[in-house]
């Protein structure tokens, strides 16, 4: 987990890959299924997605491990803020310190599609949920709020699958 | 997220001026970790210093922590009943939705020119045949040192240094403490 928080430049979204590395791949904590599961509870909290982090940790490990689990994955990022925010205005004006930034930026949407093929891969597909997938896709595209979004989806699910 | 705690910093409260909060997000976007927090810390530390980078790293922290806590109770207890199933069903659908509208969201900004494009690729490539994530970011890190021009707007010098209270001595002992209470979280 502190490992996750370390990489994870540029946001919630950037974490997911190492996430899906880490606790699925790697290690074999939890399945696709249910890591899947825990990345939609994410959605649902109000808070970054890497909140995950609290549900695989009580899966595996009960509430300690939920515990563990939240507190390591939040920590380095929070050492980060308060280390680096005082150098912050000259690491800015450093060019290679950007051109790394951007590097990584971009090796994450690689990172990213590999996560949507395999997620997609992992759901058996038939007609109801391509059409609840395009529902949403279009819903998100057109900017409607993800708060709305996952509550209306998680009612329609429940009476249509 | 952001626009909110924006909102309650520089408006309500009057903690910090804008300049000061958009450098601070400026920052949290480019260093890892989640960037809503990360603001808030921010935030913290500009009005208190690192105890108050701390309490409102806890106070953003602590409402999702129980809420995705109770949650995860919930999810062990039920996750067999077949209304339940049905609802992950679903949900899954719509995380997939979810994050194949951040990647693209993402790579519309981003990936804008043929060299990100091609770092992108190679990075897919490379974790589609079992490489690391970890790795595939330091090889990004580096391709972009070398590879990469930096695109005219980020290279301008806008805002003066400002001087920060950076207090050495708090944080590495936070860290300390934070090492040898989590020893088993770092293997």
């Given at each position: 987990m502190v490992k996750i928080d370390l990489f994870a430049?540029?946001?919630?979204?950037?974490?997911l890959p190492l996430m899906l590395h880490e606790i699925?791949?790697?290690?074999?904590?939890?399945d696709s299924k249910t890591f899947m599961d825990g990345i939609a509870l994410g959605q649902i909290?109000?808070?970054?997605?890497?909140?995950?982090a609290t549900f695989v940790g009580y899966l595996v490990y009960g509430l300690l491990g939920a515990l563990v689990a939240t507190i390591a994955i939040f920590a380095p990022s929070f050492f980060m803020v308060i280390t680096i925010a005082p150098f912050f205005d000259r690491l800015k004006n450093s060019i290679y310190f950007m051109k790394a930034i951007d590097g990584i930026f971009a090796s994450f949407v690689g990172l990213l599609l590999y996560v949507c093929i395999k997620f997609t891969m992992g759901i058996p597909w038939d007609i109801v949920r391509i059409l609840l997938g395009l529902a949403t896709l279009a819903a998100l595209l057109s900017k409607v709020d993800i708060l709305y979004i996952v509550p209306i989806g998680a009612v329609i699910s429940v009476f249509v699958l | 997220m952001i626009v909110h705690i924006r909102e309650l910093s520089?408006?309500?409260?009057?903690?910090?001026d804008k300049n000061d909060f958009k450098n601070g997000v400026a920052l949290c976007q480019s260093?890892?970790?989640?960037?809503a927090i990360q603001a808030a810390a921010y935030v913290g530390q500009k009005v208190r210093g690192v105890s108050g980078a701390l309490a409102a790293y806890l106070g953003f922290g602590l409402p999702a922590f129980i809420f995705m806590l109770f949650l995860a109770v919930l999810y062990a207890k039920f996750s067999s009943l077949p209304k339940f199933i049905s609802l992950f069903n679903g949900l899954q659908v719509i995380v997939v939705a979810i994050i194949f509208n951040a990647t693209y969201s993402f790579g519309r900004n981003i990936a804008n020119n043929y060299k990100n494009i091609l770092v992108a690729l190679l990075s897919a490539v490379s974790f589609w045949f079992g490489i690391s994530p970890f790795m595939v970011i330091i090889g990004a890190c580096i391709l972009g040192m070398t590879i990469l021009k930096i695109p005219a707007s980020s290279a301008v010098t806008d805002s003066e240094p400002k001087k920060t209270k950076w207090n050495a001595g708090q944080i590495i002992g936070l860290l300390v403490t934070f090492f040898s209470v989590l020893p088993a979280s770092i293997s």
């Open positions: 430049f540029g946001g919630g979204f950037a974490s699925v791949i790697n290690r074999g904590w939890l909290t109000p808070g970054p997605i890497v909140i995950t | 520089t408006q309500r409260n009057q903690w910090l260093i890892p970790g989640a960037t």
